[in-house]
T-cell receptor, first 116, second 112 residues
Framework: SAVISQKPSRDICQRGTSLTIQCQVD?????MFWYRQQPGQSLTLIAT?????????ESGFVIDKFPISRPNLTFSTLTVSNMSPEDSSIYLC?????????????FGPGTRLLVL | GNSVTQMEGPVTLSEEAFLTINCTYT??????LFWYVQYPGEGLQLLLK?????DKGSNKGFEATYRKETTSFHLEKGSVQVSDSAVYFC???????????FGGGTRVLVKP
């Protein structure tokens, strides 16, 4: 499976500011996904990021709030814009598996965000 | 739409006890099914998976069998350890490259 890293691992931010989270993979992958895990909750998909095209957002998530970049096959960023305390969550990126196992997703360690 | 329902926690067990976490799903066709584990302060790790009916996924002493007739994928382990304390998520995917749909998660606490 791919090795996935995220930066920062955690941050404390003031409301109204923005934070960009980076996701780096050690091999080229087709699909990258961004999930949110609110405190004590399950994971919800924010958007799917394909290289060379606009990200596809799930219902309830918009590009102005969560802009995503996917400049190449090993890297993506998620920005949480104009933050409020309700944005306090763990943000996780995931990637699809290699050929023959593409239905499987592998996750990064997550970014723990606290908004004051 | 697709959905996953798993038993609510927390589940508290003694070491060497038998663990079962129920998971049922709603989806058309034949989704792939997964169990992920989240240890305290960490991201999600794939525990096991099954991609077709009657497949059994296994890893680290955990097992789950894909039951199409009951739309279930229950997780079992015969003898848990304190190190198995974590949150366990059942999930499904309809196809390669599709999103994962997660259950609500089940917190398991194993006491010495």
């Amino acid at each position: 499976s791919a090795v996935i890293s995220q930066k920062p691992s955690r941050d404390i931010c003031q409301r109204g500011t923005s934070l960009t989270i980076q996701c780096q993979v050690d091999s080229q992958v087709t699909m990258m996904f961004w999930y949110r895990q609110q405190p004590g909750q399950s994971l919800t998909l924010i958007a799917t990021a394909n290289q060379g095209s606009e990200a596809t957002y799930e219902s309830g998530f918009v590009i102005d709030k969560f802009p995503i970049s996917r400049p190449n096959l090993t890297f993506s960023t998620l920005t949480v814009s104009n933050m409020s305390p309700e944005d306090s969550s763990i943000y996780l990126c995931s990637v699809d598996g290699t050929s023959g196992s593409r239905e499987t997703q592998y996750f990064g360690p997550g970014t723990r965000l606290l908004v004051l | 739409g697709n959905s996953v329902t798993q038993m609510e926690g927390p589940v508290t067990l003694s070491e060497e006890a038998f663990l079962t976490i129920n998971c049922t799903y709603t989806a058309t066709g034949y989704p792939s099914l997964f169990w992920y584990v989240q240890y305290p302060g960490e991201g999600l790790q794939l525990l096991l998976k099954a991609t077709k009916a009657d497949d059994k996924g296994s890893n680290k002493g955990f097992e789950a069998t894909y039951r199409k007739e009951t739309t279930s994928f229950h997780l079992e382990k015969g003898s848990v350890q304190v190190s198995d304390s974590a949150v366990y998520f059942c999930a499904l995917s309809k196809a390669a490259g599709n999103k994962l749909t997660f259950g609500g998660g089940t917190r398991v606490l194993v006491k010495p």
